[in-house]
């Protein structure tokens, strides 16, 4: 049976299985640069190996706890509770972890340097009960410095500070047998944190996410309204033979007349006005059509053009890694509202001008920028794998390039190094290729600092290189 934890809490048998693991694999550890990634989720370094990470996750479905091996560079969310979590644990010491009373409590019992720089024991409590999860640092008498849901001192069983902490009162149930397999655990909390991943960004960046919606709507009714006003002008395009009619028979027009009729054609009048004004009204409407057309046809191209970025820069920030949205924001000036600017020229954001091109290279697609904006987004902001080929010309500006592929074969490198050159007008030369792992950004749009590289020379471009440069698109996300 494969253990899935969004489907259900652990267990106490669950948990004797896991605590006895932890305590093997934490023991003699410390845990380091605490971040709150959501208000419930904790995550940790942890000293040594194989895993780096400790998370406590205080979710009220499934709260755990759990160790993975992948890193997770986020920073914290603000939280007042957790700025006074990290003055209590700092770079904790694990002495050992263990499961206390009859029901689902982990006990760490850890080991922080005090004010006074000396060691002092300290205890974390987790409550991993569904619906009332709960976190509680005590002192080495037992008595609570902090805990992550206080209650009222009147309470049952009162969680306030400086009191002794108590476990709650068992319910005596009886623990099921299970086929918990710590490894298929960690497997499927890591898996969790891919949603939690996407609730964060959308939390972090909602204002800018919301206003784009807001925005497109808008744009979307404004196209509407467009199309209408273009085809009550239509109507009225051909007014201006109404006015040449109306001088054809202006001498048998009565005074007052609603209408008249001229070869068939029934020309309503304005018995307020005489012929030759209601002619003039023909001409004008005529001419004002044409311009509405005209006005119309421009305003439109802009809208579409204005939809077009705002369609984009929502689905790149949905697919946008988190931590390079968190390097750009100032850059791409991610953290404001973009309606309160008068034009969409102003917007710095995500539109369709950040879009890197590719071509795709026997089923391999090869992306790059043609701008700094342009490679910056390509090489920090839209995820692709830390262990993809990143490739820059030496020594000269240029395209930064990705081979969105693992193990590329050496045709596909040698492709990906002749767009480097074309996009640097040159058709030979030397070009870095490192993983994308090994490239941070600079300190200006578009500048790389990469860590180690390799190089490869190019004799001579290729035409067949050329020609597929010259029909590249941009890059779209794929849902």
Sequence with gaps: MCYNVL???????????????????????????????????????????????????????????????????ATSVGSHFFDQFKKELINPYIESVELVSEDRIVKMNLIVINNVFKEEKINLYLELFPHHPNMIITDKENKIILAYKQSNINDERPIVRGLIYETPKTNGFVAKESDFNPYVYEKNCLEEEESLAKKRKANKFLPIIRSLKNRKKLLERKLLSIDSDVEEAKKHLDDGQYGDAIYMVFDEIAPKATSVEYEGMAIKLDPSRNPSENAALYYKKAKKAKATIKAATENKERTLKELEDVTSSLTQLENADEAGLELLAKELDLYRDPKKKKSSDNWKGLGSDSLPYFIDYEGTKILYGKSSKQNDCLTFLYGTSKNHLWLHIMGDSGSHIIIKKDNPTEKEIRVACEIALINSHREDGEVMVALRKDVRKGNVPGQAVVKTFKTVRINKVSKETKDMVLKATKYRFQK
């Design 7 to 73: 489907m259900k809490a652990l267990t106490k048998k669950d948990l004797e299985t896991y605590v006895s693991y932890l305590d093997k694999n934490l023991k003699g550890r410390h845990l380091s640069s605490p971040v709150l990634y959501t208000e419930k989720v904790f995550f940790f370094r942890l000293s040594g190996s194989p895993n780096n990470r400790f998370v406590i996750a205080l979710d009220e479905e499934a709260p755990r706890l759990y160790m993975a091996n992948e890193g997770a560079s």
